[in-house]
């Protein structure tokens, strides 16, 4: 069974800082993908990688950045974190698009900028 | 660009009735289409894909390109099927992978 692990349940900090959300997949999975989930705006794709060093934005990249430095893992980079960022973040895999696999969701990050 | 547009944001029924959630697409190629179930303090996870043609907890969802749309449905509601439900569609072009997901609706089933 696939796991998609993400780093924290629960996270607070403060304006300004620089904050790192980490996932981890044990798959092989080639695609990596950091959502944000909000209330009536649903699941926005922030950033996505489709191999090791790659990166390609989605469709709300601005006050982030990524980083795959290895195939497992999928780092969200917020550079200076703002109260707008407060948001559930997730995390998702999957394989490499032959046999329409889907995407696997970790249990997200619920973020608190304060 | 790809877009997914589910207009409801909550549906409520009543437990029996029919189901039926809309999601609608805008994609210039070929579709590959999603329906994902997030239940209350659980993961989003899959529910059924549009290639495979398959009815998982009694639902089902059929492609239709005319119409571009891809609706959920399912004959009899249970209260089991409370639940946020979000349609998805994929790009997908040799290892490239772009996924994208609509606003998603709360299906309320009412006792």
């Known amino acids: 069974d696939v796991k998609v692990t993400q780093s924290s349940r629960y996270l607070v900090k403060r304006t300004g800082e620089k904050v790192f959300l980490e996932c981890v997949q044990d798959m092989d999975h080639e695609n990596m993908f950091w959502y944000r989930q909000d209330p009536g705006l649903g699941l926005r794709l922030i950033y996505f990688?489709?191999?090791?060093?790659?990166?390609e934005k989605g469709d709300i990249p601005e006050g982030y950045s990524v980083s795959r430095e290895k195939k497992e893992r999928f780092s969200l980079i917020l550079e200076s974190a703002s109260t707008n960022q407060t948001s559930m973040y997730l995390c998702?895999?999957?394989?490499?698009?032959?046999?329409?696999?889907?995407?696997?969701f970790g249990d997200g990050t619920r973020l608190s900028i304060l | 660009a790809q877009r997914v547009t589910q207009p409801e944001k909550l549906l409520s029924v009543f437990k029996g009735a029919p189901v039926e959630l809309k999601c609608n697409y805008s994609?210039?190629?070929?579709?590959?289409l999603f329906w994902y179930v997030q239940y209350s303090r659980q993961r989003l996870q899959l529910l059924l894909r549009?290639?495979s043609r398959e009815s998982i907890k009694g639902f089902t969802a059929d492609l239709n390109k005319g119409e571009t749309s891809f609706h959920l449905k399912k004959p009899f509601a249970q209260e089991e099927d409370s639940a946020m439900y979000y349609c998805a569609l994929r790009v997908s072009s040799g290892g490239y992978q772009k996924v994208t997901f609509g606003t998603g609706t709360k299906l309320q089933v009412i006792p």
């Open positions: 990688s489709y191999d090791v060093k790659m990166k």
């Open positions: 994609y210039s190629g070929s579709p590959e």
């Open positions: 549009h290639i």
């Open positions: 998702a895999s999957t394989g490499d698009g032959r046999g329409n696999q889907p995407q696997h």
